[in-house]
């Protein structure tokens, strides 16, 4: 039922470095733990750059950017870098705050068509540029009328007649202001304001202001049929080679559907770390989320306690791209991570990691969890030979164990339509942890899509009985029973 990620470390260390600069041994650092964590979480591809004071002073590309034609990935290799377009948004209304052609106080309402309704809390407030660029409006992941939950289908195409059709059905999750909640539906709303200010497509809005001027050639708001050549196939699982599909985020682009490049990316990092009047305000602190980070236009601004200065980050994660983006204004160095893989939590881990070495910490090496082992092991011989090499394994210490690496596995077998291999991953899976509401329910979940209610009806009893407060095991016991 639940499908969550695990990470863990090996207890080995890099040397500390007290400056916070990108000399030889700190590249030699970097490529180095780069290079053991590709090896080791097993990305289909990785890009990496690192810069300093308008220098890029490391680039490298791992990996492939199509498995299955063995094609490698190259500094070139186009990658869709999902939520970090949020940097370029705010970047441009930022641009606009300082030209004074739109204001944080500006009600979104304004720039939208008379008969699209925008909600109200319930003290009567309504939403401004401020509210939806800080996260802080209320609204929902996404539009009412897009429905999707992490691990569905991509987005294939949301049409702007959806969008408006979404906001005069939208209630908000808390008054104005109260709180902080990451919206990709508010800078979708964002984007559509930033359309109407400058009266021309949002695609073009980004190649005038930034990707031109930063000579970002192979970067786009929208994907160009000309990429297709140099495109990195996203996978959804990496080691049993499942591909998806490159998002078209459409009316709502504006929170996540950049392509680029990490040369490219790289050029927009240089800019970044210089010191223009709409880059400052866009990285000062709008909105305290918690005591060490806030929230700019468009990214985080971070002050984390061990650290002697503050960053500016934000990653992106769809499924099958990975993104991060961060950068010491104080120190003038930033780094880009690019990948075409699904290892949300790993990817963000690298990042997080990168960010220590350079700021002189030390960092440990983080070690794969047993999932990459039983997913690549079942590329070789099947889940007999996953199972055994889990069991076999186990006392070894290699790999981090735990019970959701057998839940995602489970569900990786289901959406490969191997429902009887799934069944004895839960299995398993109940077998070590008897005391999980979640394995029997997964269990139970497997054993419906085979086509067995019985077996299904028994395990979601038991699912109950550990978890009387389980919902989704209830209605499945009802419609089991035809109630």
Same mark, same amino acid.
């Not at 305290?288 to 992106?316: A, K, M, W």
């Not at 070894?396 to 596995?409: C, G, H, P, Q, V």
């Given at each position: 039922?639940?499908?969550?990620?695990?990470?863990?470390?090996?207890?080995?260390?890099?040397?500390?470095?007290?400056?916070?600069?990108?000399?030889?041994?700190?590249?030699?650092?970097?490529?180095?733990?780069?290079?053991?964590?590709?090896?080791?979480?097993?990305?289909?591809?990785?890009?990496?750059?690192?810069?300093?004071?308008?220098?890029?002073?490391?680039?490298?590309?791992?990996?492939?950017?199509?498995?299955?034609?063995?094609?490698?990935?190259?500094?070139?290799?186009?990658?869709?870098?999902?939520?970090?377009? *949020?940097?370029?948004?705010?970047?441009?209304? +930022? /641009? $606009?705050?300082?030209?004074? =052609?739109?204001?944080? !106080? @500006?009600?979104?309402?304004?720039?939208?068509?008379?008969?699209?309704?925008?909600?109200?809390?319930?003290?009567?407030?309504?939403?401004?540029?401020?509210?939806?660029?800080?996260?802080?409006?209320?609204?929902?992941?996404?539009?009412?009328?897009?429905?999707?939950?992490?691990?569905?289908?991509?987005?294939?195409?949301?049409?702007?007649?959806?969008?408006?059709?979404?906001?005069?059905?939208?209630?908000?999750?808390?008054?104005?202001?109260?709180?902080?909640?990451?919206?990709?539906?508010?800078?979708?709303?964002?984007?559509?304001?930033?359309?109407?200010?400058?009266? *021309?497509?949002?695609?073009?809005?980004?190649? +005038? /202001? $930034?990707?031109?001027?930063? =000579?970002?050639?192979? !970067? @786009?708001?929208?994907?160009?049929?000309?990429?297709?050549?140099?495109?990195?196939?996203?996978?959804?699982?990496?080691?049993?080679?499942?591909?998806?599909?490159?998002?078209?985020?459409?009316?709502?682009?504006?929170?996540?559907?950049?392509?680029?490049?990490?040369?490219?990316?790289?050029?927009?990092?240089?800019?970044?770390?210089?010191?223009?009047?709409?880059?400052?305000?866009?990285?000062?602190?709008?909105?305290?989320?918690?005591?060490?980070?806030?929230?700019?236009?468009?990214?985080?601004?971070?002050?984390?306690?061990?650290?002697?200065?503050?960053?500016?980050?934000?990653?992106?994660?769809?499924?099958?791209?990975?993104?991060?983006?961060?950068?010491?204004?104080?120190?003038?160095?930033?780094?880009?991570?690019?990948?075409?893989?699904?290892?949300?939590?790993?990817?963000?881990?690298?990042?997080?990691?990168?960010?220590?070495?350079?700021?002189?910490?030390?960092?440990?090496?983080?070690?794969?969890?047993?999932?990459?082992?039983?997913?690549?092991?079942?590329?070789?011989?099947?889940?007999?030979?996953?199972?055994?090499?889990?069991?076999?394994?186990?006392?070894?210490?290699?790999?981090?164990?735990?019970?959701?690496?057998?839940?995602?596995?489970?569900?990786?077998?289901?959406?490969?339509?191997?429902?009887?291999?799934?069944?004895?991953?839960?299995?398993?899976?109940?077998?070590?942890?008897?005391?999980?509401?979640?394995?029997?329910?997964?269990?139970?979940?497997?054993?419906?899509?085979?086509?067995?209610?019985?077996?299904?009806?028994?395990?979601?009893?038991?699912?109950?009985?550990?978890?009387?407060?389980?919902?989704?095991?209830?209605?499945?016991?009802?419609?089991?029973?035809?109630?």
């Amino acid at each position: 039922m639940i499908r969550r990620t695990t990470f863990a470390f090996l207890s080995w260390f890099f040397p500390t470095v007290l400056l916070a600069q990108v000399d030889a041994q700190k590249i030699r650092e970097i490529d180095l733990f780069v290079t053991q964590n590709f090896e080791l979480q097993n990305y289909p591809s990785l890009c990496i750059a690192v810069i300093e004071k308008g220098e890029v002073k490391y680039i490298k590309a791992f990996g492939y950017a199509d498995q299955k034609l063995k094609k490698k990935a190259t500094t070139q290799t186009i990658y869709q870098i999902g939520s970090v377009t *949020k940097v370029f948004t705010g970047n441009i209304l +930022s /641009r $606009l705050l300082v030209e004074n =052609k739109i204001g944080l !106080t @500006s009600p979104v309402s304004t720039f939208f068509p008379g008969p699209v309704v925008f909600p109200k809390d319930s003290t009567g407030r309504g939403l401004t540029v401020f509210d939806v660029a800080t996260h802080t409006g209320g609204l929902p992941t996404y539009p009412p009328t897009l429905h999707r939950l992490n691990g569905d289908a991509p987005i294939l195409g949301f049409p702007k007649d959806s969008l408006l059709a979404g906001i005069s059905q939208t209630r908000l999750l808390f008054n104005i202001g109260r709180r902080w909640r990451y919206s990709n539906y508010g800078y979708g709303v964002l984007g559509n304001i930033i359309e109407a200010v400058e009266k *021309k497509p949002l695609d073009d809005v980004f190649a +005038s /202001r $930034l990707f031109r001027p930063l =000579k970002m050639s192979s !970067t @786009s708001l929208l994907y160009r049929p000309e990429y297709k050549k140099r495109l990195a196939v996203p996978y959804l699982v990496d080691e049993l080679r499942i591909e998806n599909k490159p998002w078209n985020l459409e009316s709502i682009a504006a929170c996540g559907n950049v392509y680029s490049t990490i040369t490219d990316m790289s050029k927009a990092m240089i800019y970044f770390l210089g010191s223009s009047p709409e880059v400052k305000l866009q990285t000062t602190k709008q909105y305290q989320i918690v005591d060490t980070s806030s929230y700019g236009l468009g990214c985080f601004v971070n002050r984390p306690r061990s650290y002697e200065t503050y960053y500016i980050n934000h990653g992106g994660d769809l499924d099958g791209y990975g993104s991060w983006f961060t950068f010491f204004p104080e120190k003038e160095i930033g780094f880009v991570l690019l990948t075409n893989s699904k290892k949300g939590r790993e990817f963000s881990d690298l990042g997080y990691a990168l960010g220590d070495i350079i700021m002189g910490k030390n960092v440990t090496l983080p070690a794969p969890t047993v999932l990459s082992l039983m997913r690549k092991t079942y590329m070789e011989s099947g889940v007999e030979g996953s199972l055994g090499a889990y069991l076999k394994n186990k006392t070894i210490k290699t790999y981090s164990y735990d019970e959701n690496a057998l839940n995602l596995f489970g569900y990786d077998l289901l959406g490969l339509n191997k429902n009887k291999d799934a069944i004895k991953v839960f299995t398993l899976c109940t077998e070590e942890y008897p005391n999980s509401a979640n394995a029997f329910d997964s269990l139970a979940e497997a054993y419906y899509t085979d086509g067995d209610p019985k077996e299904s009806l028994k395990n979601y009893q038991r699912s109950i009985e550990l978890n009387p407060d389980n919902r989704n095991a209830a209605d499945w016991i009802k419609k089991i029973r035809g109630n």
